[in-house]
C-alpha cells in the first residue's frame, strides 16, 4: 500500500487543481457603507452548458492515518467546497493519466478555506478531520454525465 504524507495547502501548490477559497490580504474593495470588505471573484465556476447551484454536504469525519480508496471527477463543471464548521479537513487531489488518476495529493486545509476544484480533476470524497462537518458546495447541475468514480488501490495518508 502506498503511504503519503497531507501537507499543508498554499495556493501555489494547488493551483493545477483550482482555487482556494480564502479572503485575500486586503479587500478588493469596501462595500455596505464601508462596513463590509468584499474579496471579489475568488474563482471561477465552470458550469459547462448547465447552471450554477449551491447545495450543502453533511459528511462523516475521518482521522489520520486514512486509506482513501475512492476518487471521483466531474468532467463538466468546477465543484467548490466551503466549510461551514471550525475545523480544518483533507482534500485528496489527482491529475488526469489518460482518462485514470494519477498519483494523489493530499492536504491539510485550515479551518474556514475552501477550495474550487476546476473541472476534470480527480478528487477524494468530503474528509472533515476527527467531526463531522457540513460544507456549502457550489457546482453544476444540467444534462450529461458529470460524475465519474473509480476505485484505486488504497493510499494511506498520514499527517
Not at 47 to 68: H, K, N, W
Not at 69 to 85: K, W
Not at 132 to 150: H, I, M, P, S
Amino acid at each position: 500500500m502506498t503511504t503519503i504524507t497531507a501537507t499543508p495547502i498554499t495556493a501555489e501548490a494547488f493551483a493545477p487543481f483550482g482555487e482556494l477559497l480564502t479572503p485575500r490580504e486586503r479587500a478588493d474593495k469596501m462595500i455596505n457603507a464601508g462596513r463590509c470588505g468584499r474579496h471579489h471573484a475568488l474563482a471561477t465556476v465552470e458550469r459547462g452548458g448547465g447552471e450554477a447551484i449551491i447545495s450543502i454536504f453533511r459528511s462523516e469525519p475521518v482521522s489520520l492515518p486514512y486509506d482513501c480508496a475512492l476518487l471521483e471527477r466531474h468532467p463538466l463543471g468546477s465543484q467548490a467546497f466551503m466549510p461551514l464548521g471550525p475545523d480544518p479537513w483533507l482534500s485528496v487531489v489527482a491529475t488526469d493519466d489518460g482518462g485514470k488518476p494519477g498519483e494523489p495529493l493530499a492536504f491539510l486545509v485550515p479551518a474556514g478555506m475552501g477550495v474550487n476544484l476546476r473541472a476534470g480533476i480527480w478528487h477524494g470524497v468530503l474528509t472533515p478531520l476527527d467531526r463531522a462537518g457540513d460544507f456549502l458546495v457550489v457546482d453544476r447541475e444540467g444534462t450529461g454525465v458529470n460524475l465519474e468514480e473509480v476505485a484505486i488501490a488504497p493510499v494511506t495518508i498520514t499527517a
